[in-house]
């Protein structure tokens, strides 16, 4: 089994409470790709990165196993950049800059070797390079999974809804699903988003953790109660990682499994935010991972 | 093992999205001693009413179990009276109408057959009474829960204080944890409360679910998500109510049974919000209870 993971791999700039940093590596693809390598993906990736992205990160990918032939570098273009400031709550943000550069006009190519995959994670991008990327595996892989979010309800609805139609799981947060659905109750929401295309959605609620939905089933994971959110950039990403990395090591996709892939994500988003970017996520070892899912585990048990 | 129960048995009249009410029985001490019914527990009440107030509903409460001779009747005065309005979010509320009326000089009576109780709830009331039961008890209950709110924080935080540093459960929202400690981050925030005395404390989220804390240990409880809440009047008394239920019924205040206790306070919560006032709470089955619990186990259940 194999598994690609789409998404962009970039710089970020972040200023929080914490600190300040300088353009450091970032991007959805590089946080969904250090996730799944826990899960031993060796994950193949899908981007596109401009002349000045250093080598080395390059090779820390490879490093955790990734296969990095889909990435595309454009010499003579510049990589994408981001940059944000958190609020002292840590729940929101402004963007002080966003320089698309290569990811402009991103045209994803699939290396012969990735054709085939069972799982495809879609990193939050463009609807139309989502789909377009579908559009070029030979096969539909068994489970596609796709992270978005509100920008493109904004800009390109229409495009998002054509993409949201051909996924099974979406992953969004609270925010978006009461925009894509128009209904406030997040139960209401889960019913009209799954109507639109995907089986299975999980709505993330930052702190308060994620919910996913099935049909008439419902699960709800807790976030992992912290003294302190040091960089929230990532989060996102890296639990969609640990989602899908759990679910392609396991090759299980029943909701039973699902749920676990949840708790998964929710662990791998655990160590995302107590560094600034990909700091933390970059040296865990299994214990500390096992040792995470164990405070899950006492987190949420009960005797009834 | 006996139960006392403290708080306001009163009128409410409530206005939602959903519709409106006349005036209707409400109050903490109702919703508390409602809860606490379903676990077996005959609880004593202290409270007060006026002469306004309906032999009916003490009938009512009666026919729960509920012994109420320690519920005064001033009959020359009027039933403490709430009236409130929730926006559409059902998560934020303007209160419109505040008589205090018999309240305002409630002088708690205990009668001789409440002393030696082993487990003591106290509903939010001011400080100042809910303090005054404590002392008025001939022997130190082996459990005391105190559930209060912001309104007291801000005009009588010393009494407060006080009367925190005497209890063993302290149960509050999130902004008032917040308030309470000057600590944004709930695990900060809950350190710092459980300083100022309550070996336990409970943060309730709303539609979040709830935290429970003790020393290094914390225990994350989900809310039902639900299609709609159609009035969240009294869930939170009832979540102290199951809450404290659970504990007097099984004689275990281990942290281990506080987190069953917790779901049982969220199962019992989750009724109160389904129905205007107590119609919902009134009327239920042990098949109720136990369907729901059962729908807490599935939402949180997962293999590791």
Chains 1, 2 share one sequence.
């Not at 993971?5 to 929080?16: L, M, N, Q, R």
């Not at 003579?76 to 550069?101: A, I, P, Q």
């Amino acid at each position: 089994m194999s598994l690609i993971t789409v998404g962009s791999v970039a710089f970020d700039a972040i200023e929080s409470p914490y600190g300040k940093t300088d353009k450091i590596i970032g991007g959805a693809g590089t946080y969904i790709t250090l996730a799944t390598s826990y899960f031993g993906a060796n994950p193949k990736v899908v981007s596109v990165v401009g002349g000045d992205f250093p080598n080395v990160a390059l090779e820390m990918l490879k490093n955790h196993g990734a296969d990095v032939e889909g990435i595309q570098i454009k010499a003579d273009e510049k990589t994408f950049f981001w940059s944000g400031k958190y609020h002292n709550d840590m729940n929101s943000r402004d963007t002080l800059v966003t320089e698309l550069n290569v990811l402009e006009k991103f045209d994803p190519i699939i290396p012969r070797n990735y054709q085939d995959a069972d799982f495809l994670m879609l990193g939050n991008l463009a609807p139309t390079v989502q789909r377009t990327v579908i559009e070029r595996l030979s096969q539909r892989p068994k489970l596609i999974v796709m992270d978005t979010m509100n920008f493109w309800m904004d800009i390109m609805l229409d495009e998002l809804l054509k993409t949201i139609a051909l996924v099974d799981v979406l992953v969004i947060n609270d925010e978006e699903a009461r925009q894509l659905s128009g209904e406030y109750s997040l139960v209401r929401a889960a019913k009209k988003v799954m109507a639109m295309g995907p089986k299975f959605l999980i709505i993330k609620k930052g702190e308060h953790g994620a919910l996913l939905f099935h049909k008439d089933q419902i699960f709800s994971a807790p976030a992992l109660p912290l003294e302190e959110v040091f960089d929230p950039t990532g989060a996102g990403d890296t639990f969609a990682g640990g989602f899908i990395g759990h679910l392609h090591k396991t090759g299980d996709i029943s909701f039973e499994n699902m749920k676990t892939a949840v708790i998964m994500g929710s662990v791998m988003a655990s160590f995302t935010v107590e560094k600034f970017g990909t700091d933390r996520l970059q040296y865990l070892s299994q214990e500390d991972i096992d040792n995470r899912v164990e405070k899950f585990v006492q987190l949420t048990k009960f005797s009834s």
